[in-house]
């Protein structure tokens, strides 16, 4: 879709941080082969991304078996990903959803690209954590948005942008907080998937599911040995270090229970967190 440079009064934003960044780019820096692979990585999970997103078939989003594959591709091409130094921007500009075809009125246009925005931000948060064994945290809101790219510019003004900025740094732990006004509107427009996305946390916030796109798409054990395999790693590697430790535990507990439920069903994909936690446990009461 053309950029059209006017603000949309609606617009849904997922902001998105990596958790560590500055260390990895502090010890990696002069390591110029793990920067292009970082970059090729991180290309291919936004950029190239879009694009293999635009060969599914809608009905594997949606269960719709009769969205033809071009109206689709419009979805597709609503939906912006920017990776800028440590964030990734999701937005979506329901405003501009203009190309519904005959058989589909606005608000069902609407919902198919609400329902294709979030199994987009799950399929890249999956992926990203598989391949680097780095945590997301980050928020999801509705709002008025502006976003403007022309040559090497890119322009974001918005109250969506910043209301996700401000629930990122409430998240603490690796999480993704969905606005309240943000599910307001959900609940306005009748879209049925909000507990397929979204679930609710010992703090009360409901947080984006970001293993939901193995319930929408399929299943996918590779994606899920990556994760256990990076965050494993991660775990090691952080011994003695309390502050990230209890991050990934956080997400340790998160994905087994994931890995553990009925949906999933591949317990021998838990992550063995018992030692940190003792750790963690030990730390305190010799504190």
């Known amino acids: 879709m053309t950029q059209n440079n006017t603000v949309h009064d609606k617009a849904i934003v997922g902001f998105l941080d990596i958790l560590g960044y500055d260390s990895i780019v502090k010890k990696m820096i002069n390591n110029t ?24 078939e809608l009905s594997q989003i949606t269960g719709d078996e009769s969205i033809d594959q071009a109206y689709f591709v419009k979805i597709v091409d609503s939906i912006k990903v920017r990776f800028i130094y440590d964030n990734i921007i999701f937005s979506l500009q329901l405003s501009d959803a203009s ?8 608000n069902t ?10 199994s987009l931000m799950s399929m890249f948060s999956t992926i990203f954590i598989g391949k680097t064994g780095s945590l997301l945290r980050g928020g999801i809101s509705l709002g008025s948005h502006y976003e403007s790219e022309k040559n090497n510019y890119l322009m974001i003004f918005s109250e969506a942008h910043n209301k996700a900025v401000r629930l990122e740094g409430a998240a603490n732990y690796p999480r993704i907080i969905l606005e309240d006004g943000l599910r307001t509107y ?8 909000i507990d397929k996305f979204f679930y609710k946390d010992q703090d009360g916030y409901h947080c984006f599911n970001i293993y939901s796109v193995f319930y929408v798409i399929g299943i996918t054990k590779d994606v899920l040995t990556d994760i256990n395999k990076g965050i494993s790693l991660n775990l090691e590697s952080n011994i003695g270090n309390k502050k990230e430790l209890s991050k990934l535990i956080y997400f340790a ?3 087994n229970e994931q890995v553990g439920s009925d949906c999933l069903n591949f317990p021998d994909l838990a992550l063995d967190i018992a030692k940190f936690e003792k750790m963690m446990s030990n730390d305190i009461n010799s504190g």
């Open 33 to 56: 082969g793990f920067v292009k692979q970082f970059d090729d990585l991180m290309y291919g999970i936004t950029v190239n991304l879009r694009e293999t997103f635009k060969n599914l």
């Open 99 to 106: 190309f519904r075809s005959q058989e589909y009125d606005k």
């Open 109 to 118: 246009t609407i919902q198919n690209c609400i329902e294709t925005f979030f």
């Open 186 to 193: 959900l609940e306005e427009i009748s879209y049925t998937h």
């Open 253 to 255: 507990k998160y994905h």
